[in-house]
Structure formats: structure tokens, C-alpha cells
């Protein structure tokens, strides 16, 4: 995040006059959006952001903005994180602009690059004052991804996001979770409440089959779960199976270990004979 306005300045103090000047755009050379054979993440990055900026001075802000966006494919740069914002902003595409000022934000500012980037927020806000609210995001644990209205956001939680006032679906989606999804409603009279969600730890299962001795009841962990035959969906992981006695057996147990799919779990015990 310490290359924020290395380059970036130019950027944001041109910006604030382009809307009163048109500038007639120059022949500009083409280049990929993929990195080079020899070039570092990094560095692609970089140059990236640099074509971004020329064509920004252009006025050719659909292109540059294209640019920012594969600067950040290859390397979370947080000035082509800000010039992404700025873009977008510029382009007067404002609910998504201010994902990523606000992330900006995050970055270790100094003061006058700071003013810019909450200048360019609070210019957000403005535009949109009467029909959005900002609300501010908080999982538990953090690092989980969010979705307004079904449209995912570049940056996971916690964050602040600009929803419409009515009703919003936030989503929220992390590994190893379940996904949430939470209405909030706001109002000009009673803006939303910000959301604070405490997520669930989404077990995995997988589909298992035992077979026990003809006419054997069926227990897995404990529980009665059929006769003979079951078939089920587990938790991964070890459990305990218990065939009951029959005619011609005794009641005997065994520990399988659940894998997760696409692995097979069938555990046979159909012949075992005591």
C-alpha cells in the first residue's frame, strides 16, 4: 500500500479539472493488458497503471479505466485502487466508486493524499444523498465477501458500502462458512443500521452408504438409522457404525473415517460373520 500517490497525484489533480476541459485525445500505442513474458506481477502492474494514467490525460476514461482494473488483476497497487475509484467516479458509475475510495482509505495516507481521497468520497455521497445510504459492514471472523442486490464487491469485510435506501439483500460469503443473506432497510427518515453478522462454520458432508448383515439394524453414532441398508450424508470425518445381531451374527462396531466427495464412502459389513 506504499505506492499509493507514488504515481497516482497526477491522476487526482487532473481530474478535478477535466470535466471543464475537453482534451483532444493523441494517437496513443496500443498494449496488452497481460504481463509480459519477463515481467514481474509487480512491474506489470505498474506499467499498467502508467498506460492508465496517459489515457486518462487523453480523456479516453472507459480505456484508462480498463487499464486500473488489469493494474489490480495482477497487483493490489493501492494507487491504481484509488485511480480505479477516481474512474469510476469520473464516469459517474458512483455506487461503485465508493467501494474502492473507501478502501483506499485503508491505505497509510499522509495528510494531503488523504484530503483527496475524502474528497472524491464525500463527492460520492453527495451525488447520490436522497436515494443511498452508506452502512458499514462487520463479520465475524472478517475476510468475508459481499454482495448488494446479488452484485459482488472487490473487497472483503469489514467496509463500509453504499446501498439503496428501501429494501437491500447483502450477502455475505466466506470459505468454510455458511452464506448469509440479511435484508436491511433504510429510509431519508430512518436511514439502515449497519450490519454486524456473527458467521456459521459450514461443516462439509459427503454421501455415505452402510451395509450390515441381512435383517441387522443400522446405528451410526449412536443413532438408529435403518435397517440393513442406509443410505446418508455425514459430516467428513470419523464415526462410529454399529450392526446390530441377528440370527446369525453378534452386534459388532466400526470406525470409518467420511471423505469428502467425489471419494467413495460405501462401508461393506455385510459379511461379517461371528
Do not use: W
Amino acid at each position: 500500500m506504499s505506492h499509493f500517490f507514488s504515481r497516482a497525484t497526477v491522476v487526482a489533480s487532473a481530474l478535478a479539472v477535466l470535466s471543464a476541459v475537453q482534451v483532444a485525445p493523441p494517437a496513443l500505442a496500443q498494449s496488452s493488458n497481460a504481463p509480459r513474458a519477463d515481467e514481474a506481477p509487480d512491474r506489470a502492474a505498474e506499467r499498467l497503471n502508467e498506460e492508465g494514467k496517459k489515457l486518462v490525460a487523453a480523456g479516453r476514461y472507459e480505456e484508462a479505466l480498463d487499464k486500473f482494473r488489469s493494474s489490480l488483476k495482477q497487483f493490489p497497487l493501492s494507487n491504481a485502487i484509488f485511480n480505479v475509484g477516481s474512474m469510476l467516479y469520473t464516469l459517474k458509475q458512483f455506487e461503485e466508486a465508493f467501494v474502492y475510495l473507501e478502501y483506499t482509505l485503508r491505505a497509510p495516507l499522509d495528510p494531503r493524499q488523504r484530503e483527496i481521497v475524502l474528497q472524491y468520497r464525500e463527492n460520492v455521497i453527495t451525488q447520490l444523498k436522497g436515494t443511498h445510504a452508506v452502512v458499514m459492514v462487520e463479520t465475524s471472523p472478517p475476510g468475508a465477501t459481499v454482495a448488494v442486490n446479488n452484485k459482488p464487491l472487490p473487497f472483503e469485510t469489514p467496509m463500509r458500502i453504499i446501498v439503496p435506501l428501501g429494501a437491500a439483500d447483502i450477502t455475505l460469503s466466506a470459505q468454510g462458512f455458511k452464506t448469509v443473506t440479511k435484508v436491511i432497510n433504510g429510509s431519508l427518515a430512518e436511514p439502515p443500521k449497519d450490519l454486524r453478522v456473527r458467521l456459521e462454520r459450514d461443516d462439509p458432508d459427503a454421501p455415505v452408504a452402510v451395509f450390515c448383515p441381512k435383517g441387522a439394524d443400522v446405528f451410526i453414532d449412536g443413532q438408529m438409522m435403518g435397517v440393513e441398508v442406509v443410505r446418508i450424508r455425514l459430516l467428513v470425518g470419523p464415526h462410529t457404525v454399529r450392526c446390530s445381531k441377528t440370527a446369525l451374527t453378534k452386534a459388532f462396531e466400526r470406525e470409518v473415517m467420511v471423505r469428502p466427495a467425489p471419494q467413495a464412502n460405501a462401508f461393506e459389513f455385510s459379511n461379517v460373520k461371528q
